[in-house]
């Protein structure tokens, strides 16, 4: 099946179709609001590309004609399961894509019909929605309306802690708990009491990509978690991302945080929606005793006061130093559904 069409729905799962239909600057996309760049197709297809030949892509479409408005339900189908286009592991966020001037109302209806049009597919018997905000239209449909068609339950898979950024450096240090404050202070100080420090941030493409070796070094050097993570598989995924992402209106960030002119620390980010989404890091732990990794995520705090940003999100993870500059949880979720 390539495509299949009732009342103002659109139904495709052929991969090719999908490529040629749905690119981030298609007419199809024109009003969609991209929360944060899992959102993007360009994400999506790099996914699909390089994991997801063993599922069947289904995007449903449900259309607006006088408002020229689509909500956009990006799928995959394995056996009797489907699932939100992506994975859990390298996607902090995952989510149908909605228009900027839908009600919540407007938008709870039309989850509802994608829903209906999901149990529709007779061989489908469960669903499976991970990585999901709490500010979600998705979440929320879920947790104030009970559905016809299907049971599901909704579980807290993981937290992303975030930063409401001030005005400046200094209302940001006075906000933080007075030890963490102090802690901060005072490692700041003896970094620089111990050499020469420079912190710098990349954003043209090819900056990106002449450095990336250093952050990807710098990550596997940093723990066995992340050295176990990054596979070559996850490795190849990642940088053909950024390879793609840094075509799109400088949102990829790269920062170094150099000591005595050697790269200690790095951190990769995407920038978007007046907020910095911190999608991985690391540092050299021959330099841990200078605190260079908790450094470096400060002063790119730092930075993204200087740009006037909103939040800086750490994404998914509870790692302490998080909260030690000052971050709150906002919570992911889980929503498993059968068909009743």
């Known amino acids: 099946m390539t495509s299949s069409k009732s009342s103002n729905f659109n139904r495709f799962s052929n991969i090719k179709l999908v ?15 991209y929360t944060n760049p899992f959102d993007y197709f360009t994400t999506k297809n790099i996914w699909y590309k390089h994991f997801g030949q063993e599922y069947e892509v289904c995007l449903f479409v449900l259309s607006d004609p006088k408002k020229n408005n689509n909500i956009i339900a990006p799928m995959q189908i394995k056996d009797d399961k489907i699932s939100l286009l992506g ?15 839908y009600c919540e109302k407007n938008l709870s209806n039309g989850i509802k019909k994608i829903l209906s049009e999901v149990h529709n597919l007779k061989h489908i018997n469960n669903f499976i929605f991970e990585s999901v905000s709490e500010l979600s239209p998705l979440y929320n449909y879920f947790n104030e309306n009970d559905d016809e068609l299907w049971e599901f339950e909704v579980v807290v898979e993981d937290v992303c802690p975030k930063v409401d950024l001030p005005n400046s450096w200094e209302i940001y240090l006075s906000n933080l708990k007075k030890k963490y404050r102090h802690e901060l202070k005072r490692k700041i100080k003896r970094i620089h009491n111990s050499g020469t420090v420079n912190h710098y941030e ?7 990509m002449e450095n990336l070796d250093y952050f990807i070094t710098l990550m596997k050097s940093s723990s066995v978690d992340k050295r176990q ?11 053909d991302l950024i390879d793609n992402l840094t075509e799109k209106d400088n949102i990829v960030r790269l920062t170094f945080l150099e000591f005595d002119n050697t790269k200690v620390a790095s951190s990769l ?23 260079v990794g908790l450094i470096n995520h400060a002063y790119s705090i730092k930075l993204s006061i200087e740009e006037n940003l909103q939040f800086f999100d750490f994404m998914r993870g509870n790692e302490r130093y998080k909260y030690h500059l000052g971050s709150l949880d906002s919570k ?9």
Not at 87 to 101: C, I, R, V
Request: avoid cysteine; proline fraction near 1%; glycine fraction near 4%.
């Open 202 to 208: 990349l954003s043209k493409k090819s900056e990106i």
């Open 229 to 239: 993570f990054m596979t070559q598989g996850n490795q190849t995924f990642f940088v």
């Open 332 to 340: 992911l979720y889980t929503i498993n559904g059968k068909r009743k």
């Open 87 to 101: 994975s859990k592991s390298l996607f902090d966020y995952q989510d149908l894509l909605y228009p900027f001037d």
């Open 19 to 33: 490529d040629r239909l749905f690119s981030d600057t298609s007419t199809t996309l024109k009003n969609i609001n």
């Open 269 to 291: 980010s995407f920038v978007m929606n007046n907020t910095r989404y911190l999608y991985n890091s690391g540092y050299d732990q021959k330099f841990s005793d200078l605190s």
